[in-house]
């Protein structure tokens, strides 16, 4: 269950201008909640003016709303719609009717013309609100946009009340994961640092705790017999009681928690295993843990989450295909070229639910070479979750802060293809139209890390949504053949 993602309580507010039957608004509102259905808040107050706009606004506050749908029956008061976008402390949607029977006389509410005077004055007052692609619809319409906008809401929620606790400096040869926090700021995200010797204090400090045996049950349950190192549970198990009494002691006045972790190359050692395993189990929770101290990689991934309301992970762009492997399992299987096609790895974050039959807590190869003697059975380096991950819908995104301390993002939706990778770590063969292009002109072009989020799903539609919603000016993409990027030579 995923405690850590705010819940959405939409309330649904209409307005209307005086010069217009007051009672079209309040029909249409109605047909519109019955479109709806359940789950809706109906504000009884109608809004003509700012001391409509005052009640009505404390009326869904009193109610526990934290969305809400600002919907024009006819017209519309442009001041009083707008400000209350002001005075309500949650995203809010604009939304207006389309005519309905015919009857053009009385029946006609000019809502269309009300979204443009609607969309000036939020500008006029640099407010913030959603609206949609075509914002004008019948009941069942605008109701449709509604629920579209409860994933981009809780998203934007979970962002502004959240904190992102990390341990440790990046580690030395991973500054790509090195970004300004200041951008962490101008979104409203909360960050607390921290010492990895504050995290081996508290680690210490769980020494026998009471909790740890149910913990490993948990872990034996979920992996199954064969699949773990039954002495490394416990071990495991006081990893996870630390970051989970951290983040409820730590994250103070903030709602929601992230973290982002230095994982290697003392890590292992130290501590006596590798906390991927751990990390992948408290992503499933809806608490992402991002490598390497990537800290925009931990708020793409919790915003993914939001979302998707389902696991996420943070992956490497990490390989290219084989040719061996596309000849054999991709060319006349799948309609991808080789260069759309690439593997993401990680050392085995990704949550045990998003991997095939196949997967098992192993050791993290790399640092096996690196930190344990030569022929030695591993020891320390044991934790990670390994397996393919399993074949579906993704979208491959990042929010992130460059090097001159600028917004920017990437979206990209395509498939993890049912292709065994025959490597190791949580990996999986991704395909993503046009991946090459993105690669070298998004990616490369636009100089992002080498970390991307991974949601399970096609969510661009929601992500772009939510990223224009923060106000982030570059939403990169994966465009197509016939569109070439700003900066693509056009003699290739």
């Keep these: 269950m995923m ?3 705010p819940q959405v309580k939409l309330g649904l507010v209409a307005v209307s201008r005086d010069c217009f039957p007051i009672a079209l608004s309040e029909s249409r509102r109605k047909a519109v909640a019955d479109a709806f259905g359940e789950g809706l808040y109906v504000c009884p107050v109608t809004v003509e003016n700012e001391k409509d706009m005052l009640r ?14 600002i919907f024009l029956g006819n017209f519309g008061p442009e001041t009083p719609e707008t400000l209350i976008a002001k005075y309500f402390d949650g995203p809010c949607m604009f939304v207006a009717a389309a005519e309905g029977d015919g009857d053009l006389i009385d029946g006609r509410g000019d809502a269309y013309c009300g979204m443009l005077n609607c969309s000036y004055n939020l500008g006029m007052r640099h407010l913030k609100g959603y609206i949609p692609e075509y914002p004008v619809g019948t009941a069942d319409e605008v109701a449709g946009m509604m629920k579209e906008f409860v994933p981009i809401a809780r998203a934007i929620i979970g962002v502004k009340n959240l904190k992102i606790i990390t341990f440790g400096p990046r580690p030395q040869d991973f500054f790509a994961c090195n970004a300004p926090i200041k951008g962490l ?25 009471p909790r740890i045996p149910g913990i490993c049950e948990e872990m034996a349950q979920e992996m199954g017999e064969g699949n773990y190192y039954p002495d490394l549970n416990e071990r495991l198990a006081q990893f996870e009681l630390t970051l989970m009494d951290w983040a409820q002691e730590h994250k103070g006045a903030r709602q929601y928690v992230a973290f ?27 608490i992402p843990v991002a490598c390497e101290v990537d800290i925009y990689g931990a708020l793409s991934e919790y915003i993914g989450a939001c979302i998707s309301m389902d696991a996420v992970t943070l992956l ?9 492997i596309y000849e054999e399992d991709i060319k006349g299987h799948y309609p991808y070229k080789l260069t759309d096609t ?6 085995g974050n990704t949550p045990e639910c998003k991997l095939c039959s196949e997967r098992a807590v192993k050791y993290q190869l ?22 393919d991950i399993s074949a579906g819908d993704i979208t491959f995104y990042r929010l992130q802060c460059d090097s001159e301390g600028v917004l920017r993002s990437y979206i990209a939706q395509g498939e993890v293809l049912d292709v065994r990778t025959r490597s190791f770590g949580g990996i999986g063969v991704f395909a993503i139209p046009e991946m090459g292009r993105f690669y070298r002109h998004v990616l490369i072009g636009k100089r992002y890390p080498h970390h991307g989020a991974v949601a399970f799903g096609h969510y661009g539609k929601a992500l772009y949504e939510v990223f224009k919603y923060l106000g982030i000016s570059d939403i990169a993409y994966n465009q197509p053949a016939a569109l070439p990027y700003l900066q693509e030579n056009p003699f290739k």
């Design 366 to 387: 790399i640092q096996h070479r690196l930190l344990e003697p030569e022929g030695s059975t591993p020891d320390f380096t044991r934790g990670t979750l390994e397996g």
């Design 342 to 347: 690439f593997m993401g790895f990680h050392c």
């Design 56 to 69: 009505a606004v404390e009326d869904v506050k009193q109610a526990g709303c934290n969305a809400l749908a």
């Design 260 to 286: 982002a972790d230095k994982c290697w190359p003392a890590f292992p050692e130290e501590f006596g295993f590798e906390p991927c395993y751990v990390n992948s189990r408290l992503a499933s929770r809806g």
């Design 185 to 209: 700021y101008e979104l409203g995200v909360e960050i607390e640092e921290n010492s990895e010797l504050d995290l081996i204090v508290s680690y210490r400090k769980h020494d026998n705790d």
């Design 316 to 324: 490497d762009i990490n390989n290219s295909v084989p040719q061996t």
């Design 3 to 5: 405690k850590n993602i």
